[in-house]
């Protein structure tokens, strides 16, 4: 399919491996997924249930065609952060089918101890992949709790901070394209949405790799910051989730 410049979701480092997985995505993949899940034997076991359907994603990814997401390994990283910190908002660079969404909304909803007053931001530039994302994140009885956004991520969240629907925001993720991190950061800076304490995940930073971004968050004064090593899944690649505290 044609993806907009500089929007690519290949990721190089992993073409060496590209005989055991074709590392390709938004090719159709996505909506076999959507049928696959839908035709489950206990779809009544996986409905409501964010942790069964993330399973469920795992197992396509292992045994079908490769997804993009962040997986299990990485997740249950970000997962430990988030039980630690209880961010009550948070905004995600790059959506995709909505696999980080639920698991990060499980997690928050388990820290909280309920959903009320949380809300995850997905922020999703292919309208088609963010249906499925819609579509999903209401199988796992999380609509109340995430948002899907459509757009390039940075417009959205300039929109959405006019319209007074995000004022602070506790944790970032960023997981879009590793290009666009360190501008996109800053788009968030810009918008004053960062307050001493809040976190930004950046995932990916080895693999296929962010140096710039690596760069300009250790080097600034403005943060503290610091790598948490997480592999991907399936295939056990190691990679790095880059933690950064707003001072
Ligand atoms: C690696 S995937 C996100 C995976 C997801 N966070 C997860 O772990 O389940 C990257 C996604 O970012 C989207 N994307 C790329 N550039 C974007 C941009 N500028 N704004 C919004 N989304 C973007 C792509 O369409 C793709 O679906
Ligand atoms: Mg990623």
């Known amino acids: 399919m044609s ?3 500089g929007l690519t979701t ?4 992993l073409l060496p491996f590209a005989d055991i997985y074709d590392v390709e995505s938004h090719d159709g993949r996505e909506i076999t997924l959507l049928k696959c899940i839908y035709a489950h034997p206990d779809l009544d ?3 409501n249930s964010p942790s069964e359907i993330c399973r469920v994603m795992d197992e396509f990814a292992a045994k079908q065609d490769f997804l993009i997401n962040i997986g299990s390994d990485k997740g249950d990283k970000v997962r430990q952060i ?3 910190e209880k961010p009550t908002v948070l905004v995600e660079f790059g959506g995709y089918v909505g696999y980080s969404a639920i698991f990060f909304a499980d997690a928050m909803r388990r820290a909280a101890g309920s959903a009320d007053g949380l809300r995850i931001w997905s922020l999703e530039f292919d309208p088609l992949i963010a249906s499925i994302a819609m579509n999903l994140i209401e199988l796992a009885g999380l609509s109340d709790v995430v948002k899907v ?3 390039p991520a940075a417009d959205s969240l300039e929109r959405l901070k006019k319209e007074g629907k995000v004022t602070d925001v506790d944790f970032v993720f960023l997981d879009h ?3 666009l991190y360190v501008q996109d950061l800053k788009v ?3 918008l004053g949405l960062l307050k001493s304490g809040s976190l930004v995940v950046a995932d990916n930073v080895v693999r296929p790799g962010a ?4 760069e300009y968050v250790r080097q600034s004064e403005k943060f503290e910051s610091w790598g948490v090593k997480g592999l991907i899944m399936p295939g056990s690649f190691e990679d790095e989730l880059e933690v950064t505290r707003i001072k």
């Open 3 to 5: 993806f907009p410049e």
């Open 177 to 179: 394209c590793e290009e």
């Open 211 to 214: 140096p710039a971004y690596r």
């Open 188 to 190: 968030c800076l810009d």
């Open 10 to 13: 290949r990721y190089p480092s």
């Open 82 to 84: 988030i039980e630690k």
């Open 149 to 151: 956004v459509v757009g």
């Open 45 to 47: 076991k996986i409905r």
